[in-house]
Structures are given as C-alpha cells and as structure tokens.
C-alpha cells in the first residue's frame, strides 16, 4: 500500500493546484479533507472537484458547532481584538482545523499532513503549531516553502497547462478565507495601502455603508455568563446566532475593517475584514461588561484582552498560557448576564440601552439627586489621602518653607522633608 499524505483542502486555487503536484512529487495517495467551520460552500461539489483531481478520498466535516462555542466564544468573552481591529476571524478556525486534521491523519494511518498556507502567512505557523500540539511525530508539508511556483498568476498556469478547471475568475482573484465568523480579502489593489479598498467589488456578507439603508435599525442581544444566547428576544443557538447577526449587520454595513496589521513573520500585510455579526457582539459584549464588571477587574482585563488576541492570532492556541487567560476570563464573565440594546446605522453600531441583573450602576450613588449611600463630604479626605504623593512632592519641589500663611488665614506648618 501507498503512504497516505491528509490534505487540508478547501478546494480554492492554492489546494486545487496542491493535489495533483503533491501526486508529481510524493508517490503517495492523497486524502482531501474540507472542514467546515461555516464557509459558504458546495461540499458536495469541491469534494467531486477532489476527486477529479487526483485525491484518492475526500472528508467533509461539519465542525461549526464546535468552532463556535469552543473557539469564536472564548475569543468575544475576553474580548480579543488583534491591533485594536481585526476580530481574529481566520486566527480562531485554524486551531480546530488543524486538529481535525490530525483526527483523520489517525483514522487514515497518514505520515504526513500538508496544508496550502503560504511562507509568508500566519496560517502556516497557526497550522504548523497546531499540528506539532496533535501529532508532533507527522510530517508537515507546505507546499508554498518548496515549490517553484511564485505567484497566484502561475498557479492559474499550472492548472491550464494540465486542462485542470481554475476554480475562480481572473478578474476577482483576491485571496479570501470565509468562515462563521468573518471573511478576508488580501491581494490586487490592497497591496498598495495607498489605495482605497473596491468594496462593491469585494465585498461578500456586507454591504458598502454608503448603500445600507437610510433607516436605522435596532437590535437586542442577550448574553448569560457573557455568551451570547438570544437576538431580538428570540433564543438561538451559537451557529444561528452568528448567522442571524451577520444578515442583520451585512446588511447595515457595519464590521469592515481595513488593516494594515504585523504578521507573525514579521512582516506588514494589508486586509480587508467583514465581521458584522461579530461586530455587533463585540460591541454589546463589552457594553455589558461596562455595567458588570468593577474598575479593577476591567482595568487588568483589557491587559488580558489584548495578550489573548496576540497569543490567538500567533496561532498558540493549544499552549497553558492561552489556557490560563480563559480561565482568568471565564472567572470574570460571572456577572456578565443581561441584554444589550444597540443602534445600526450606515456601517456605524451605537448602545441603545443595557439591563443586568448583576449592574454596578447604583442610581443612589451616581445621580446627582444625592442619596443616602454617598456623602459629598467624604471626598475631601478620600482626594486628600488619594493626592498625598502629588503634595508631597509639591511641598518638596516648591521649597515649602515655615511661616506660608493659608487662604483662610492660619499659619501653614514646615513641610518636615529631610536634609
């Protein structure tokens, strides 16, 4: 019997092209396996598309579910946000793929698992890492840090030359990654920053702001123990939730992000992001986290939130420290229940209303109607014991001397500073 090499396979251009060179390169077979974690896709088609060309078998697995309540939802609960705006969206599924891939290469008796991840991505490392967690005695194979060919353009050549179908037009080849959660779009004129993003062209899930209604639109999310749990009132489950959302933002315009973000290699790249119904939970998430959680807690969060998106989009998922931020994070999502109601308008999300249980918001404290709980007077020793170090150093740098006479007429005392 042949070797077995697994091949992650999406059935795009990079692992339409893989299957029939990994066959010229390696006498082995070639098992196809499509995770699914949400991509709009014809599985029955791309696994046909396989077996055309050349694979000896082909998997689908249908991991949405699991993706979601334990990948995306640890994510949104820390509230990880890679370089102030990219949501983590292909970052997240790598992890799970990676590991569904090492379940087949086990049940296949494979040596090897390949994957179409470039040299100069980050999904190479997020793949390699989450391999080596698995399987650390399975060969890696990535094609793109061995062959020859250099572009998208050659790959297109590769296949003509061997009457092998292109599996997309010429003319909209951006490189994408679709998922549940979000897609990508990298390539053509986003590889100059200084041009604007062809959004009518781009765009999949989401529509330009300027082409979304002229009407605003609110929506209600409920979260319990900050997972999300219900929309409009209505409860769902993870992947309907996120579904539900991305048509109710899409179609809004809201989660587009252009970023210019470091890559784990070390270079600067350049997407284009659609997250909108991430970008509706992200933003009522930490509205609810404003009500339920104290200063300090939140304040040592945000450090969390954002080692969390470094270490996700790093591709350490399967590593103790990412185990130790969640459960740091899960210890603080207790409290964090309630409904959020927020505003949508032309690509922009405002908060329209938040009720917890579990609110810090003590209409006795905070109004300005005072209350029995607060004291105004009060504040004059907390500011006074809370400003010490700042007089101390006043005293010291003006030089206080004996004999300063106080607005109210009483004799200020030395400042007492040594030397």
């Given at each position: 019997m042949k070797k077995?090499?697994?091949?992650?396979?999406?059935?795009?251009?990079?692992?339409?092209v893989i299957i029939p060179w990994l066959k010229e390169n390696y006498d082995c077979d070639i098992i196809a396996v499509?995770?699914?974690?949400?991509?709009?896709?014809?599985?029955?088609?791309?696994?046909?598309?396989?077996?055309?060309?050349?694979?000896?078998?082909?998997?689908?697995?249908?991991v949405k579910k699991e993706y979601v309540e334990d990948y995306v939802w640890p994510a949104l609960k820390a509230g990880a946000v890679y370089e102030d705006k990219y949501l983590l969206g292909t970052s997240t599924a790598r992890p799970l793929i990676a590991k569904v891939l090492v379940d087949y290469a086990r049940k296949e008796g494979a040596v090897a698992i390949a994957h179409g991840a470039t040299g100069k991505g980050n999904d190479q490392v997020r793949f390699d890492l989450g391999i080596?967690?698995?399987?650390?005695?399975?060969?890696?194979?990535?094609?793109?840090?061995?062959?020859?060919?250099?572009?998208?353009?050659?790959?297109?050549?590769?296949?003509?030359?061997?009457?092998?179908?292109?599996?997309?037009?010429?003319?909209?080849?951006?490189?994408?990654?679709?998922?549940?959660?979000?897609?990508?779009?990298?390539?053509?004129?986003?590889?100059?920053?200084?041009?604007?993003?062809?959004?009518?062209?781009?765009?999949?899930?989401?529509l330009p702001p300027e082409k979304a209604p002229d009407r605003a639109e609110y929506v209600e999310v409920e979260f319990e123990k900050g997972?999300?749990?219900?929309?409009?009132?209505?409860?769902?489950?993870?992947?309907?939730?996120?579904?539900?959302?991305?048509?109710i933002g899409g179609a809004h315009g809201v989660g587009i992000v252009d970023l210019v973000e470091n890559r784990v290699v070390g270079m600067k790249s350049r997407g284009v992001y659609e997250t909108p119904g991430g970008a509706i939970l992200y933003?009522?998430?930490?509205?609810?986290?404003?009500?339920?959680?104290?200063?300090?807690?939140?304040?040592?969060?945000?450090?969390?939130?954002?080692?969390?998106?470094?270490?996700?989009?790093?591709?350490?998922?399967?590593?103790?420290?990412?185990?130790?931020?969640?459960?740091?994070?899960?210890?603080t999502q207790r409290t964090v229940t309630g409904t959020v109601r927020l505003k949508l308008y032309k690509g922009s999300i405002s908060a329209a209303g938040t009720k917890s249980p579990y609110s810090l918001y003590n209409t006795s404290i905070a109004s300005f109607t005072t209350g029995e709980l607060y004291n105004h007077a009060d504040a004059k020793g907390?500011?006074?014991?809370?400003?010490?170090?700042?007089?101390?150093?006043?005293?010291?740098?003006?030089g206080f001397v004996k004999g300063t006479q106080h607005i109210d007429g009483t004799e200020a005392k030395s400042s007492g500073v040594a030397g």
């Open positions: 077995k090499i697994v091949l992650a396979y999406s059935g795009g251009l990079d692992t339409t499509c995770v699914d974690v949400g991509q709009e896709a014809d599985w029955e088609s791309i696994r046909q598309r396989a077996l055309t060309t050349g694979a000896s078998a082909c998997y689908v697995a249908d080596m967690a698995f399987a650390p005695d399975l060969e890696i194979i990535a094609p793109w840090r061995t062959w020859d060919i250099k572009s998208r353009e050659e790959e297109i050549e590769y296949l003509e030359k061997r009457g092998i179908p292109v599996p997309m037009k010429k003319s909209d080849s951006y490189s994408r990654d679709d998922n549940l959660w979000h897609i990508s779009h990298e390539g053509l004129e986003l590889e100059d920053p200084a041009n604007e993003p062809n959004l009518e062209r781009m765009l999949k899930m989401t997972i999300p749990v219900a929309v409009n009132g209505k409860g769902m489950d993870g992947v309907t939730l996120i579904k539900t959302l991305n048509k933003y009522a998430h930490q509205e609810l986290e404003h009500l339920c959680l104290d200063r300090q807690t939140y304040s040592f969060k945000q450090m969390v939130s954002q080692k969390m998106a470094e270490v996700i989009y790093g591709g350490l998922w399967f590593t103790p420290l990412r185990e130790a931020l969640s459960a740091f994070v899960d210890s907390f500011i006074r014991l809370y400003g010490l170090p700042v007089l101390v150093r006043s005293l010291m740098e003006q």
